[in-house]
């Protein structure tokens, strides 16, 4: 039943408060943030992996890699844990999960949430991230006793 409808045939309501609602043009409600351009993205993509000097930790480098091979959120992604980097049977996944920990300090800090049932994931990590020393950085925060992967 529409509220015109209901106005006009049912009488159920005195009048149609929706009538002069209007939709935002279209300029308006795409999206403002600024894509990559492509050669920027070909240059991102085609540069030797930083691998001197050891690991890096660096959440902007990580996340320029992860987002594209794991199709995470970036919301999803900064809230990752040391102990969401399993493997089963061999294979190194990124498991997206609810917190565990929040449901015990849900007022003390940052908590991660999954958005929606299909948001819990399990996600292979690609072989491109694994010689790039993801897992080398994720057993270093391990070792360093760190809460979350990323710090900042």
Partial sequence: MTLEHA???LHVISGNVAKTV???????????RLPFEPQNLVKIFSAP????????????YWTLLLAPFTGCRLDDLGKLRPGNIKTYDSI???AIEPD???LREEQEGPAKRVKTASGRRDIPLHSILIEAGF????????????EWLFRN
């Fill in 92 to 94: 190194p996944y990124i």
């Fill in 135 to 146: 897992l080398d950085m994720v057993a270093k925060r391990r070792d360093e006793g760190a």
């Fill in 7 to 9: 106005v006009e045939e």
């Fill in 49 to 60: 992996l930083p691998r001197k000097g050891g690991v890096s930790s660096s959440t902007l």
């Fill in 22 to 32: 209007t939709s935002l043009p279209k300029s308006e409600i795409e999206d403002s």
């Fill in 100 to 102: 565990r920990i929040r």
